[in-house]
């Protein structure tokens, strides 16, 4: 099949990478040009500038120029295509409604270039990144009102956690791929003809916008669900003398109903996806007049819960912020990413530097630099509080206490180093509960502040 990836971000370039493995004559298409000559470089470097997923750079190297290209002109690849994946931005409004409008500039653009292709063969459009449920619909007016012929519109959306999402790509779970003709079906077909009829992935048909409700309510019911382990199962820990939260869990997921994945408590979820997508659901579902009190509740559990250590280190263990200095360890959303789309760190350094740090000394195996574009001091002079270190270690030293944000894996043996670095005196605030021997850490004069536990005074 001859397939065009529409936009090369994160899902449009492993999207594009995966289907050339398959054999696909794949052409990656994206307007911004540096990044496609980063791409067409083939080198780790370039590349990973823009998107790092393990695995990626590899299927790029393998592929590019057999089964893989790059380009920045529409029109000179569009001829003989059998399908266009829209693979755009989709950045949330104020509103929490989705923003079309690169999608929608994407899609008018495409639309004039394949209305004056010369073959006549059938192509579909299919959106692939998350979008508002009627989209694909929006998108077959689009294509009508440029005349475009012989065309079908599909939603497939896409499942990727980042971090894995090369091996979520080759091995999904399902595949969902919704269209109203079977024109479309069969062309899909050919495109995942290695999932069809596969004894374990799932290979869904149904409507355009069943596709797109299945997405959103995958993501909003796994954000619900950490937000149950957050609202609920973190807080029985936290107010009910000798309840152990890590045992809590482990009882209550060892009914194969209840999932683990999910179970962790934590200090907030983020990243690009659950946030977004459950404000966009939330707007959706009120313009059709819906209550939305569940989402909300789900929503603001998670919201909450990337400040609240802060309040409870107040109330429950003492401290005043004002005028020290605090470690922040684990800056991206979550561990193995550079990504700080809603990363609760962000919460966390905006709300320490409310409370009057004097400084911030913050630490991430990966995101310092996308951290560093986050916390512009030019955009907020408070940012200026914050340095950055190269290992955990120097973040720690000379702090009066430590903020864990993420679950680094790193993190997990940091207590030896908090012994060395920190002596007592020192609070240890645990957003990810990733310090297993902390009784031993109080045992030793510290105070330790876990999500799921009640405070343990040195
Ligand atoms: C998510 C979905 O998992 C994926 O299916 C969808 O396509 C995109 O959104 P991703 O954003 O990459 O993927 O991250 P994920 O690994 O799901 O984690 C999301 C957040 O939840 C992270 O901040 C993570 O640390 C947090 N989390 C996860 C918890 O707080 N507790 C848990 O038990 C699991």
């Known amino acids: 099949m001859k397939i065009i990836v529409a936009g090369t971000g994160y899902v449009g370039l492993v999207h594009a990478a995966v289907c050339s493995e398959y054999g696909h004559e794949v052409y990656a298409y994206d307007n911004d040009i540096e ?9 780790a470097e370039k590349i990973e500038q823009y998107v790092n997923e ?18 920045s002109d529409l029109e000179s690849i569009i001829e003989g295509a059998d399908a266009v994946f829209m693979c755009l931005p989709t950045p949330p409004n104020l509103n929490g409604s989705t923003n079309l409008v690169f999608y ?67 091995k999904p779970d399902r595949v969902v791929v919704g269209c109203d003709h079977d024109a479309d079906f069969k062309i899909l077909r050919r495109v995942y003809s290695q999932f069809v009829n596969h004894v374990r992935i799932k290979y869904i048909e149904t409507t355009p916008e069943t596709a797109e409700s299945i997405k959103y309510v995958a993501n909003t019911m796994l954000l619900t669900y950490i937000s149950f382990w957050n609202g609920v199962g973190a ?39 659950f946030g977004k997508d459950i404000a966009s659901l939330i707007y959706q579902l009120r313009g059709v007049s819906v ?20 309040e409870r280190a107040i109330t429950e263990a003492g401290f005043k912020f004002n005028n ?22 962000i919460k966390v350094i905006e709300s320490l530097l409310g409370k ?36 955990a270690r120097e973040a720690i030293e000379e702090s009066d206490a430590l903020f864990i944000s993420s679950d680094c894996e790193e993190f997990r043996g940091i207590s030896r ?41 040195g």
Request: net charge negative.
């Open 291 to 310: 209550s939305t009190k569940m989402l909300e509740a789900s929503y603001e559990v998670n919201e909450y819960q990337k400040v609240y250590l802060i």
């Open 104 to 170: 929608d500039a994407a899609a008018e653009y495409i639309a004039e270039i394949v209305a004056r292709r010369e073959d006549e063969r059938r192509i579909v459009f299919v959106n692939k990144s998350t979008v508002p449920i009627g989209t694909a619909r929006h998108l077959e007016g689009i294509m009508d009102t440029h005349n475009v012929k012989n065309f079908g519109v599909a939603s497939n959306p896409e499942f990727l956690a980042e971090g894995t999402a090369v091996n979520d790509a080759r």
């Open 417 to 457: 180093t908090i012994e060395d670095a920190a002596p007592p005196p020192y609070l240890v605030i645990d957003g990810r509960r990733m310090i297993p021997d902390f009784e031993e850490l109080a045992a030793k004069g510290y105070n330790y502040l876990a999500v799921g536990s009640m405070v343990m005074k």
């Open 235 to 273: 807080k029985i820990g936290e107010r009910f003398p000798n309840v152990k939260i890590d045992d809590l869990r482990l009882g209550v997921t060892a009914d194969d109903r209840i999932s683990t994945w999910g179970s962790f408590v934590s200090n907030g979820a983020g990243g690009s996806c």
């Open 35 to 43: 990044k496609i000559n980063a791409f067409s470089s083939g080198q």
């Open 356 to 391: 009057g740090v004097a400084k911030v000394k913050a630490y991430d195996p990966l995101a310092v630099e996308s951290a560093k574009q986050v916390f512009d001091p030019s955009q907020n002079i408070l940012f200026e509080k914050i340095a950055y270190y190269q290992t």
């Open 54 to 71: 393990p695995g990626l750079v590899n299927i790029v190297k393998e592929t590019l120029d057999s089964y893989l290209f790059f380009s």
């Open 324 to 345: 020290k200095t605090v470690a922040v360890l684990g800056l991206a959303f979550k561990k193995r990413t550079n990504d700080m789309r809603d990363a609760s760190s």
